[in-house]
């Protein structure tokens, strides 16, 4: 008999339990999804949450939170952050209100942007516990920041979600509504594409009617979401719409309609287990009875409100929000604490660099202004120098007595003008100080030559005198085949005896001679003091400041430019 009863428990323990799985949904398991990647197990749980699979996305997006966030992109950050704003929203109607403030906050520290929708969600859990200017701040912030960075379908939830709730009983300003409003209606053509926009849009100019007192103007905006929007409307949304018609028609004094819409409002909340909402439902109906002068009827809803209130809120729960909010705040402290102490290292760390930067800068400013002033004074020796030996050799020069007989050499005389320009066109240009025809050291080739001494005093005669005058040795051009031609030989004896008897090569001749021109008219301020080098170069016969530059800074050990400088200030000095 035993063994009988025994038998039939096991079999019915066993019916039970079969009938029980059968006909409970099988929830998404976690090692099927524990492969996925952050991308892939965040689309999954969203689309559970679109179809109001409340368990799997739960599970899935719980997933994807509790993922690593340290070194991940912006892109990973911002599907953390939505995916906390959704179990925020699943624990919210699941009464679990503590967990639900907490995801709120943690996505708002992820996404830390000004329009992210999560401002919404605290904004509704706020006004769930009546908190209306804390929920109409989030809101008015959330809407202008949106409509700031262009997010028109961001703006157009933030004035649905402040039309559809009565902050002004709160004690906000109805000027400070309508200023956002107004913000709302002035947006492009563009933003009437988003999805949200239409019911925005209607609601406000509902709003904007009722400001005008055409009340019935305002139900007809209403309602013409209703008939536009009918099915794509969720029951929360048509719940909102239902309670905003029954105060529009309070306003117009007109009860019965507005208690039907009460009672439609009311039917919606208690079908679907909204209770959060049947609590508000009752608040506005104890409202809208009290303004009708039905003591009765207003005190039977507040009755309702404070039971279901009691269901919904426990005493303990306000202070631990109060304690969630409390530790929330401080731990944004505490970051931005830290953040300041890097950003102050970081500040240390920068003048640290720029005062050694400096001090570098410094140093080598002074090294520099120092080599600048030795330099400058070193100049300025070998400018007077050089002032002091031309100046003596035109003195030399002067004190010597020209005695002219038959059998001297008139340069004039023999040089035919005409001829001499013909024959410049192929002369050959002047050279650099490096490039010589022949050398000083090469005397040992002239061994052979027949020049006797009274030819050898007459080329040198005649070169003295050739380079005495600048009309010919600075003509451009002027090579040994033409001062061999004034002198009356050939280039073989004349360079013989530039080389001998000078201790020179013709081409270093040549360019000593220009230089000494040069230099008495850089000197030659009053006179020459407005050209420029270029100008002064060009009429010496050279061709290329570049080489004349170099071959002057080695006679004289500056540069032209130099020279000039100093030339002119040396004039400037009062004598």
Not at 79 to 102: C, D, E, I, P, S
Not at 417 to 435: G, H
Request: charged share 25%; hydrophobic share 35%; glycine share 4%.
């Amino acid at each position: 008999m035993r063994l009988t009863w025994f038998l039939i428990f096991i079999v019915g323990w066993w019916f039970s339990a079969f009938c029980s799985n059968r006909h409970q949904p099988t929830p998404v398991t976690y090692v099927k999804y524990e492969s996925h990647t952050l991308e892939q197990l965040y689309k999954k749980g969203m689309n559970f949450f679109q179809s109001e699979k409340t368990d799997s996305a739960i599970l899935l997006l719980t997933m994807v939170v509790q993922r690593d966030t340290v070194g991940i992109d912006d892109n990973s950050r911002a599907m953390m952050a939505k995916a906390r704003n959704a179990l925020g929203m699943l624990n919210f109607n699941k009464a679990n209100y503590l967990v639900a403030y907490t995801h709120f906050l943690e996505s708002i520290q992820l996404d830390n942007s000004p329009y992210s929708t999560t401002y919404l969600s605290l904004a509704s859990f706020y006004l769930h516990y009546g908190d209306k200017i804390r929920a109409f701040e989030h809101l008015k912030n959330f809407t202008r920041n949106a409509i700031k960075y262009n997010h028109y379908n961001e703006a157009s939830l933030g004035i649905a979600n402040i039309l559809s709730n009565n902050f002004i009983e709160a004690g906000i300003p109805r000027d400070t509504i309508t200023a956002v409003i107004k913000q709302f209606l002035s947006l492009p053509p563009a933003a009437g594409k988003e999805k949200a926009y239409p019911l925005a849009h209607h609601l406000a100019q509902g709003w904007m009617l009722f400001l005008e007192n055409d009340h019935l103007g305002a139900i007809d905006e209403t309602k013409k979401i209703i008939a536009e929007l009918d099915k794509s409307i969720k029951q929360r949304t048509r719940h909102a719409l239902f309670l905003i018609i029954a105060h529009q028609y309070k306003c117009a004094a007109m009860k019965d309609s507005s208690l039907r819409y009460i009672k439609l409002a009311e039917d919606i909340a208690r079908n679907n287990d909204y209770k959060d909402l049947l609590s508000k439902t009752y608040s506005d109906a104890e409202e809208i009875y009290n303004y009708f002068q039905d003591s009765i009827m207003g005190d039977t809803y507040h009755r309702k409100m404070l039971e279901i209130n009691h269901l919904l809120y426990h005493p303990q729960e306000l202070g631990k929000l109060s304690d969630i909010n409390m530790f929330y705040e401080a731990n944004k402290f505490e970051r931005r604490i830290e953040i300041l102490n890097v950003q102050h290292k970081m500040r240390k760390k920068m003048l640290w660099t720029a005062g050694g930067a400096l001090i570098v800068v410094i140093i080598f400013l002074i090294i520099v202004i120092r080599q600048n002033r030795v330099l400058e004074a070193k100049n300025k020796v070998l400018f007077a120098k050089y002032v002091s030996d031309v100046k003596e050799e035109e003195k030399n020069s002067l004190n010597v007595k020209k005695i002219e007989n038959d059998g001297n050499i008139d340069v004039r005389q023999r040089m035919n003008v005409e001829t001499m320009k013909s024959k410049c066109d192929s002369l050959t240009p002047d050279s650099s100080y490096n490039d010589y025809n022949e050398s000083k050291d090469d005397a040992a080739k002239y061994g052979s030559s027949n020049i006797t001494d009274a030819s050898r005093l007459s080329i040198r005669k005649c070169i003295e005198d050739v380079f005495k005058d600048e009309d010919i040795f600075c003509r451009e051009g002027f090579s040994l085949n033409e001062l061999s031609n004034l002198c009356n030989s050939n280039s073989r004896y004349v360079s013989q005896v530039i080389n001998e008897d000078l201790g020179t090569t013709f081409y270093q001749l040549l360019n000593s001679e220009r230089v000494k021109v040069a230099c008495k008219r850089f000197m030659d301020v009053e006179t020459y003091g407005s050209h420029t080098v270029e100008s002064i170069i060009s009429d010496l016969g050279c061709k290329s400041r570049s080489t004349f530059s170099k071959t002057f800074k080695r006679i004289t050990g500056l540069s032209p430019s130099e020279f000039q400088r100093m030339a002119r200030n040396s004039a400037q000095k009062p004598s």
